[in-house]
């Protein structure tokens, strides 16, 4: 059985894991005083390009989410999402529960268009009732999207350009950030993201670590007293050097970049093997996550040897499936999937041959 | 210089470490449906000795204390706590981000005593205007305490008939239980504490783990659709084997029992050392953190040689001071704590005597 | 100058003032424990014709929306709506701030449409990962709509056995109840009503009170300790007096139908004014507002002499506007309202032939 | 029987109500935005001497104190009261409900001393691991007290500089504002309140109105979009006019401090009564509310002619009740309240002469 399902299915990469093990047994400050949060702070500093940066580490993307969001945004203000948007609809309502509004927009393949978002920002303020509404005080995009899509440059820049117009932040959701980073056919960089946007995390949960998502301030906005906050949600780790190991060692001799490389070539060899096989894609994402239309019953057979995530129906007689790459995803792995799909077929073909 | 400021300073006992490796390659299912999660709350349901416990895993402390009381309390409610207790005032105001009220009572050594709660409930459903204050909803103890004190059987069951007589639930926040049920001055039991409470939770970040803490729901008190209340609380890790592999190692072969027994002896060697140097204990501790008074120049100097924790100003020439023993705490390095502590004495008297 | 913008212009009814004027010295108990408001519950529980109905008074609809949902919903669950519900968009994010997700439908004409529910629920209960995301825990409509529209008996029926099937409260807003029941195009009965809702609320504020709703709770459904729930969200009135003494008029003598059916009396005159005058209306409202199209400068000119509200803008030229009917509004104001229409049409077919 | 259990046992004072009857026909506009409104803010803004002051006008007292409360505090931050603070204890938990911890100090006859406040601020910062806890944002008095005291100018003025030199606001609750300004015992005038205090509310409902409270900001202390922040917290009024009516009729002809003095005169002279009778008082109150000893079954008889609060148990054979003077109090209520303390004096003795 081969897994596919996700990206979080294994632990950590063993470069992650061997530090672990070597710093384990160092007596160290807690609560991400400790010198691998500060060096691994450094270090993403340098990578983003910016000495005012301030990094920050969380155990988890929902948790990253809604305590980036909530210290950041005020009393009267919610935050404006694609409808598909993970705080719109897989965290159980994370965002509401403290306090604020998510205001869902229209999206194309998970993105917001930048026209999307200018529109609305121009009704709300042309609105003469607004008061009665809540301001929107803060963008959300997540890139990749949930449907492993890319904002490109100039969108993105033309997203920033509108929300600072506007006064309000701009924070890019990074779950899956290496794989954006490292697609074939982005045109943005890690430096292209920190000068646009206000805020964004540096997925490691998703890319090669046990847990951790690197929390990136930009231009100030990191909340006075944010550990207190963090504190007061409950994520606030107490050995905050697992965090801080972890991304001290991501950010050693590109292992987050090498990670997420392997991870997109392993990705584009899925899309080789889907194109080989004659299975359309969905979406033909850039990214790690593969969405492929089955028909039904070859779906079921295929669940005999891999793991895959069911994703949507398509028709009554086919389904959206969703196949993820991850740092333990091999070349052998891959080959088994070929396999596995190419027996799918078979049987069913045999059996309308054989009436 | 050696390190005994607190019990998580040092990373994961070597056997958790040594599971966490052994398992990590291994495609497990996430959000704490893996196996692991699964044979450690097994593990943990025969330890506690009752079929019916329903094991949840949460990252940390506070985090554990918001959620469960937050899931657990009526809107009307608040949770009673020791004006002592760590939700009271070590926690940032965790409970009342989720819109809940801390009830403080006032304490001995960190301990409620039960007349005191008695008292409290008595009086307030005697008051014609209770429905203008907040209900008591739930009643809050840490064992041991924030003071290293530990509640007697007699107590524990005296407070738990207060709590079933009101018809509210009783919760434990164990994030030290082990040190509390490997003291050798305890006449409570795991399995006690299971039928006195509706709650509790077995701390693993503070006895052994990276993180970690094992929540146990007694008497079908688990909240209805529990980890959608925990994912929306930003608390559900996604790669949940990291709790689940760690606890399924702490509860093999006894561990847990075994790293907090090796603690409780360094402790009391601690204890025995301040006794042969003639110092002061501040409260005599039956667990892994110890108390002591020193004179405002020795605690310097012993400060050059030992991390400790300061707890709180004893009088002008005074202090009270914490060392916590951990898993990592070694004979060797209390061996050095009784020569830092003689060092610490000598320099004064010698320079008054040079005088 | 004629003010038809809103129904909440003017105080309140004749009727209720003199009684509030009467009882003014009276001393009497406060939060709603006085007899005009046990007096105004039993009348309301008379008119709904359900002995076992509990009714509470709270002072405005948005303090009603937010009380009633928040202490109803369990932690994990969110509201269903239209989109175009109150709650949805002109509540500043009043139950977002409760910290509950309110979970928008596609509408017609401001309903949501039975086979819509229905789907929606299917789909939640189907999706493989519904416990990530959040639990549809009430169903929310408003009757009259936003729109001013009607839910049919049928389509209320089929909703409420949608929500009984699915175990969920039916919440029906009644902000402008009195226009619904006493429309000229209604099936629907204030008894069908409280046997097909579990709670629901009789709006005052915009039906002759100064303010003022009163909730009524069917089923059992009205949470315990609710007078709690109220105080700690800030919604308890000390003089509850105010509540209870202007309910107790509404509903003595038929107030609250008399003032109904005169406001509808005049909705309908409006409308014959407007077919008479040939404007389009933009839905044909069968309660107390009405909405119109019209050239943007006749609505300018139109603007010098009657008040209305904005609605939304129709094309480049025409735009939506409200006008409606409350308790003072006379056959007088209706008159003046036909001579401003006609006047705001003429200027501008005169200019166009003096050219 | 006579009512002295509180001062909002009867509706609002006959020049409040004649105001509202006057203008009820009136349309006006609605959530605040009326003339009454405005007017009402511009004399008080008068009375307080500022012309810088901003006025809302909110309808409880609850409910101002959560939303003032909470729309100041940043995220990190709770209020500091004392233990006997309405906010304390007396409001079920709802500024908890706004996320936020009351920071309880010790209390003198209802007062927080300056020192003690000055020492809790000291050692909040002096703590070492402050950044764990909850940061004291905003002090919160009553004035009158709960205990119906009052603060002296001296130490409001060093309250208020202690505030400031710490940044942080200073918050007056004024319930029952006109009792304190009208004592014949203060030094206090509601010019120096408005130069001690950021933000503070002149109560109406306990003062001769229906209900509401006009909250005045200083130096620039409104929350940015405030009306969103009350319309998100269920507290704007549609019919806003019903507050500002009201207001503006308190302080026309110097009504709002005519009817103040008319209670402190009554309580003054309830004061008398009980000196005559030789009754002790618990405190010296210096405001409308007077609070006595009394024998049990004095009590119980006393209780079959005149209705008192409860206060609190003295002894086992006394009871601290409460009596409160309002508005529509008369000197023949208290020649009445003189002949049934007289009474209730009488049987007991006689029964006991009689043995």
Same mark, same amino acid.
């Given at each position: 059985m081969i897994s596919l399902e996700s990206d979080y299915t294994t632990g950590a990469h063993p470069e992650v894991l061997k530090r672990l093990m070597e710093t384990n047994g160092e007596p160290l400050s807690g609560y991400g005083t400790d010198p691998y949060c500060l060096r691994a702070a450094d270090k993403i500093r340098r990578a983003v390009g910016r000495e005012d940066a301030e990094v920050e580490f969380l155990v988890g993307g929902t948790q990253a989410n809604a305590v980036v969001i909530s210290a950041m945004l005020a009393?009267?203000?919610?935050?404006?999402?694609?409808?598909?948007?993970?705080?719109?609809?897989?965290?159980?309502?994370?965002?509401?529960?403290?306090?604020?509004?998510?205001?869902t927009l229209p999206q194309t393949e998970g993105r917001i268009l930048p026209e999307t978002l200018r529109r609305y920002l121009d009704d709300f303020y042309a609105d003469a009732n607004h008061e009665h509404m809540t301001f929107p005080g803060m963008v959300y995009l997540s890139h990749p999207t949930e449907y492993?899509?890319?904002y490109t440059k100039a969108d993105l820049q033309?997203?920033?350009e509108?929300?600072?117009?506007?006064?309000?932040?701009?924070?890019?959701d990074g779950a899956r950030l290496g794989y954006g980073l490292m697609s074939r056919?982005?045109?943005?960089t890690l430096q292209d993201i920190a000068s646009f946007c206000d805020v964004f995390y540096i997925g490691g949960t998703k890319v090669g670590a046990l847990c951790g998502e690197?929390?990136? &301030? =930009?231009?100030?906005?990191?909340? /006075?007293? &944010? =550990?207190?906050?963090?504190?007061? /949600?409950?994520a606030l780790l107490a050995k905050g050097r697992l965090l801080g190991v972890q991304f001290d060692a991501l950010f050693t001799d590109d292992l987050y970049f090498r990670i997420s490389r392997h991870v997109i070539d392993m990705a584009e060899r899925m899309k080789e093997i889907f194109r080989g096989e004659g299975i359309p894609l969905y979406i033909d994402s850039p990214t790690n996550q593969q969405f492929i239309i089955l028909e039904n019953r070859r779906m079921q057979r295929l669940g005999e040897k891999v793991r895959f995530s069911f994703w949507e129906k398509y028709d009554d007689e086919h389904t959206v499936i969703r196949l993820a790459a991850g740092w333990s995803t091999t070349e052998e792995d891959l080959e088994e999937l070929r396999e596995a799909l190419r027996a799918s077929a078979v049987p069913d073909r045999g059996g309308q041959n054989g009436q």
């Open positions: 009393d009267y203000e919610g935050v404006i999402a694609a409808e598909t948007g993970h705080i719109s609809s897989h965290e159980a309502g994370a965002i509401e529960y403290t306090g604020h509004e998510v205001l492993g899509t890319l033309a997203i920033s509108i929300c600072r117009s506007r006064g309000i932040p701009l924070f890019l056919s982005t045109d943005l690197a929390v990136v &301030f =930009m231009n100030g906005c990191r909340p /006075r007293h &944010f =550990m207190t906050s963090v504190k007061r /949600r409950g």
